[in-house]
């Protein structure tokens, strides 16, 4: 099976703008959820999505949000970015519908704010 | 609330010398537990996971894990470390709020 792919790899903004990074997960994966890796913060949970609702979401301001298509594909969008927002963008995704399962995750949308 | 401590930034071993990195969870429930290695600009692999049964679990790379329920720790160990595993370790807590919680990380050099 093809592992969790996300798009674009690279990516380079300025404030104020907005971007949106998708998410394509492992054939079969109905789970994904979207992940901030700073040096300084570390691995912080942005959000998760199962059948296109949002079950659980993490202390980021509002102007994170995600969504999740009937394929299971995911999106995040981030507006009016901010220096703070570069990072490195992790989308990770899992097969059960309740419960921790393990999550796969992919190589990451690094986000760099100018 | 759930939170991860690896005590260890950064440590250096020696190729062949054996290796134990920490950590320790707070959960409220059962958790489960699962240690990632990231090599540099890549994202996260997985080694282990422990979500019941046996309490030492093997993982690939000829990595294992014990989880220790009295001492709330799940360490992560190798036997004979080659330079290949220079990377940077997570350790991860999770349960069925469906997020995970992740330490800050150990950065592994490993010395030829």
């Known amino acids: 099976k093809a592992g969790v792919t996300q798009t674009p790899r690279y990516l380079i903004k300025t404030r104020g703008q907005q971007v949106t990074l998708s998410c394509s997960p492992i054939?079969?994966?109905?789970?994904v959820s979207w992940y901030q890796q700073t040096p300084g913060q570390g691995l912080q949970f942005l959000f998760e999505?199962?059948?296109?609702?949002?079950?659980n979401k993490g202390n980021f301001p509002g102007r994170f949000s995600g969504r999740q298509f009937s394929n299971s594909r995911s999106e995040m969008n981030v507006s009016t970015l901010e220096l703070g927002d570069s990072a490195l963008y992790l989308c990770a995704s899992s097969p059960l519908s309740q419960g921790q399962e393990t999550q796969y995750f992919g190589p990451g949308t690094r986000l760099l704010v100018l | 609330a759930q939170s991860v401590t690896q005590p260890d930034i950064h440590i250096t071993v020696s190729e062949g010398a054996s290796l134990e990195l920490r950590c320790n969870y707070s959960?409220?429930?059962?958790?489960?537990l699962f240690w990632y290695v990231q090599s540099p600009g890549q994202g996260l692999q997985l080694l282990l996971k422990?979500?019941?049964?046996?309490?030492l679990v093997q993982g690939i790379k000829g990595f294992e894990a014990e989880f220790k329920r009295s001492q709330s720790s799940f360490n992560l160990r190798k036997p004979s470390v080659h330079w290949s595993d220079a990377a940077e370790y997570f350790c991860a807590v999770g349960g069925s709020n469906y997020k995970l919680t992740f330490g800050k990380g150990t950065l592994l050099t490993v010395n030829p």
């Open positions: 422990y979500f019941s049964g046996d309490t």
């Open positions: 959960y409220g429930a059962t958790p489960y």
């Open positions: 054939s079969g994966h109905r789970s």
């Open positions: 999505y199962f059948s296109e609702t949002q079950r």
